[in-house]
């Protein structure tokens, strides 16, 4: 059974009034993401994994030397599909309900949430992500190189941005720190990251 690549949550001109081109999702979902899904299937095919759910590949290959290609493509595979479902058209503004109460409780508030993500995000060195994630029952900001995710670390992931360069060269060329904002200010989706919490 092939590995297949979900269609976006949106149309690809959908983020365009807050800050995200159509040619950004033309290049990063049409060309990046879909190369890791070609080239997961290629790497699995005729194995034990080709079968398994991606969150088992993931985890079957985290820190395997000889499967180091199959966990990157993998993990990228879920990386991209959990991103795009964290941004949607008119997002931003602050979570409510039960996400809120936790992050005020774990952050202290949610100014001191965002001064931390944002942190983290313009931090990563060169490639690679910045999460909000339920870790032990307590909410963290973690950032993680390359393809490696909070589920290689055994953490739940409530909301990640993309800081790989392609994700927002486009838009704003090398102003990561514009594009952390933009995220937070125009397109994160709390109710993704609130529905991931309660889960």
């Not at 409510?96 to 409780?105: N, V, Y």
């Not at 994700?167 to 937070?184: G, S, T, V």
Request: charged share 20%; proline share 6%; glycine share 8%.
């Amino acid at each position: 059974m092939a590995f297949e690549q979900p269609p976006l949550p949106y149309a690809m001109d959908a983020l365009e009034p807050y800050g995200m081109k159509a040619e950004t999702f033309e290049y990063h979902y049409g060309k990046h993401h879909k190369a890791y899904v070609d080239n997961l299937n290629k790497l699995t095919e005729g194995t034990d994994l080709a079968n398994m759910p991606l969150e088992e590949v993931i985890k079957a290959t985290y820190k395997d030397s000889a499967k180091q290609g199959i966990f990157n493509n993998a993990a990228q595979v879920w990386n991209h599909t959990f991103f795009w479902n964290c941004m949607k058209p008119g997002g931003g503004g602050t979570p409510t309900g039960e996400l809120a109460a936790r992050i005020d409780q774990d952050f202290g508030s949610f100014d001191k949430f965002k001064e931390e993500f944002s942190n983290a995000a313009a931090t990563q060195f060169g490639s690679g992500w910045a999460w909000l994630v339920e870790d032990n029952g307590t909410l963290k900001v973690t950032k993680t190189p390359n393809a490696v995710d909070p589920i290689a670390e055994g953490q739940k992931p409530l909301l990640t941005l993309d800081v790989w360069e392609h994700a927002y060269y486009i838009d704003f060329r090398n102003a990561r720190p514009a594009f952390i904002k933009n995220f937070l200010d125009r397109l994160v989706n709390w109710d993704f990251a609130a529905q991931n919490l309660a889960s």
